[in-house]
């Protein structure tokens, strides 16, 4: 078996674009909902760095984690009941 480079790098250059993220899905409102989970966990973890360094109080590094805890129950609850739709599906007679 023979695999040429030039196969090698065009078949990954095509897996790479297919796995770009594309720009009208972050606008649809799941997307939009993904974005704001990540800037919550991105500030709770600002927070937090700030907080070791001295540089926040711990009142605003409690806010960012009940806020960050809020929103990772939320997609939790999220996740269980798209996968409870899913399994309900797979029950259903055809």
Known sequence: MDI???LAAGAYARAR???TPDPQAASSPLGQMA???SAVLQAGEETAKAAMTGRADPHALVQALS???LA????VTLRDKVVEAYQEILRMPV
Do not use: P
């Open 4 to 6: 040429k480079a030039s």
């Open 17 to 19: 674009n297919a796995a």
């Open 35 to 37: 974005q704001e989970f």
């Open 67 to 69: 806020a960050t805890e």
């Open 72 to 75: 990772v129950e939320t997609a």
